[in-house]
């Protein structure tokens, strides 16, 4: 497989934004120099059979000729296979000129230790066998399972860009790093953080990433006093002492649908500021505090694979205005929420691209209607 040179780039999507006037005007939202679809392809479920690797090639491919040029996966996903498939759903949009490499922002994420194809008959010894190749200490893999040492971060991404068929990624993931906190102390955690921070800043520097980020299941949203608790101020100063104020952690990967918004309701980040001469410090939603130090927030399980479906509540649905499925109303919710840059909904099918993407023909609700919606 050919690695291509290049990344998206600010004149790279504003030539691919031009092909799509029958979209809505806020479908793109400018983020850092990027313009970046509000509805992104994911590539977690799934089998590892051809049939499913054929749909989610053409899935990627009628994504992005659709006016999606957010692409998501993780090494992870479905045993390297998802990562695979969007490197030939590239490969071919690039051959046939249906897309260009600046065009598309592609992320994927590491940390746990993924499996080539399938599991192997023997974890223990495939477990072993990856701490002695990378010479790292037992304890780097936490639970047999996560890893966040920077030997073994710069080696995923050196992986998930063969599988890609790239030289560079758009984004690099942390991948659910919470896991850490299960087997490892806070002070430790913390230790190992801002290692794989520093590592990242040097991948960034050297090239092979552009931005990175952290992409977390419950940490986020979790009680501050609970062991999986990710305090984000705390992860920008690791990323300021690590890269200066140019520092490139810029992303926020999390889940967010209409059944799960602590995102926007629930106060648990710590955000201090300057008031009256008097520091203070309030607690804000995640979404809130995202915005004052300026990370892209991209929200995950658009559909909850599929639970929202068929659970909009009627009134719900009339103030989104009406729509054919009820996978549409959710994704244009999603879409119209405050702060969120993007939804990832899994699509491996394009007949399933078709109609998520209708969901971006309309402008976002505003935003007082937007916040009555939450008082349904």
């Known amino acids: 497989m050919n690695n291509f040179a290049g ?75 998802s990562e695979r498939d969007v490197g030939a759903a590239l490969a071919r949009l690039f051959a046939t000129g249906q897309a ?6 592609v992320c994927t994420k590491g940390g746990f230790l993924p499996f080539d194809g399938a599991p192997p008959a023997d974890r223990l010894a495939f477990v072993q066998a990856q701490i002695e190749a990378l010479g790292l200490a037992p304890l780097d893999m936490a ?6 040492a920077p030997t073994y971060l710069s080696q995923q991404i050196g992986l998930s860009l063969h599988n890609l ?8 993931y942390l991948h659910n790093p919470e896991t850490q906190l299960r087997y490892v102390t806070l002070d430790e955690f913390w ?9 990242l ?4 520097a050297d090239g092979r990433i552009r931005f990175y980020g952290i992409a977390a299941w419950d940490g986020f949203a979790a009680d501050p006093n609970a062991k999986e608790y990710l305090p984000l101020y705390q992860m920008i100063e690791l990323a300021r002492q ?57 929200g995950s399980a658009g559909l909850m694979q599929k639970q929202v479906l068929e659970n909009v509540p009627d009134e719900v649905m ?44 309309r402008s976002a609700i505003e935003p007082g209607a937007f916040w009555e919606l939450l008082k349904e």
């Open 201 to 204: 800043e040097q991948e960034a």
């Open 7 to 81: 990344f998206a780039t600010q004149a790279g999507t504003l030539r691919y934004i031009q092909r799509f006037t029958n979209l809505a005007g806020d479908h793109f939202r400018p983020r850092y120099g990027l313009q970046i679809s509000s509805i992104g392809v994911g590539t977690y479920l799934g089998g590892l059979d051809a049939i499913t690797s054929a749909g989610y090639v053409d899935s990627v491919m009628a994504a992005v000729e659709g006016g999606c040029n957010l692409i998501d996966s993780a090494i992870n996903y479905r045993h390297m296979q």
């Open 143 to 148: 639970g047999g399972l996560h890893c966040i």
């Open 100 to 105: 260009r490499r600046d065009e598309l922002i």
């Open 318 to 361: 009339d103030i989104l205005g009406g729509w054919q499925s009820d996978a549409q109303a959710a994704i244009h919710f999603n879409r119209s929420t405050p702060g969120l840059t993007a939804t990832l909904v899994g699509m491996s099918q394009p007949a399933h691209v078709e109609e998520n993407l209708r969901a971006a023909e």
């Open 165 to 172: 068929g790239l030289k560079t990624l758009d984004v690099y």
């Open 191 to 199: 230790l190992r953080l801002r290692a794989a921070f520093e590592r």
């Open 242 to 298: 690590m890269g200066g104020e140019k520092h490139r952690f810029r992303f926020l990967q999390f889940p967010y649908n209409l059944g799960t918004l602590d995102a926007v309701v629930k106060s648990n980040q710590p955000f201090e500021r300057e008031r009256e001469g008097k520091r203070e410090t309030l607690l804000l939603p995640l979404l809130a505090a995202a915005r004052q130090y300026a990370l892209v927030a991209i």
